[in-house]
């Protein structure tokens, strides 16, 4: 099945980040509780982070070791902030991006 990766610059003044295990606790959530399947605790943090403004939020992967950015585009108040498509990579497994991502 092939699919599309877009490759974005993105220009945030106002980012929640709770990549780590403390900023995790501070928000109510926990490792584990970002690969619950039940994810109705990290999607209330979510919210409350686009209600408060923020233009995005960077958390934990629950499928991978990664991290992730959720951006709320509606939420971008700041001249200084953008979202941008700076490339785009078609692949259809993984082996084709190797080598490939910028």
């Given at each position: 099945?092939?699919?599309?990766?877009?490759?974005?610059?993105?220009?945030?003044?106002?980012?929640?980040?709770?990549?780590?295990?403390?900023?995790?606790?501070?928000?109510?959530?926990?490792?584990?509780?970002?690969?619950?399947?039940?994810?109705?605790?990290?999607?209330?943090?979510?919210?409350?982070?686009?209600?408060?403004?923020?233009?995005?939020i960077l958390a934990p992967s629950a499928a991978s070791?990664?991290?992730?950015?959720?951006?709320?585009?509606?939420?971008?108040?700041?001249?200084?902030?953008?979202?941008?498509?700076?490339?785009?990579?078609?692949?259809?497994?993984?082996?084709?991006?190797r080598g490939n991502l910028p």
């Amino acid at each position: 099945m092939p699919r599309v990766l877009c490759v974005l610059k993105v220009e945030l003044i106002r980012v929640l980040d709770i990549t780590s295990p403390d900023a995790l606790t501070k928000v109510g959530l926990s490792t584990e509780s970002i690969g619950d399947p039940n994810r109705a605790s990290c999607q209330a943090v979510g919210e409350a982070a686009y209600r408060l403004g923020f233009e995005g939020i960077l958390a934990p992967s629950a499928a991978s070791d990664g991290i992730n950015l959720a951006i709320y585009p509606l939420n971008l108040a700041s001249p200084l902030s953008s979202i941008a498509q700076a490339g785009a990579i078609s692949w259809a497994t993984i082996k084709d991006l190797r080598g490939n991502l910028p």
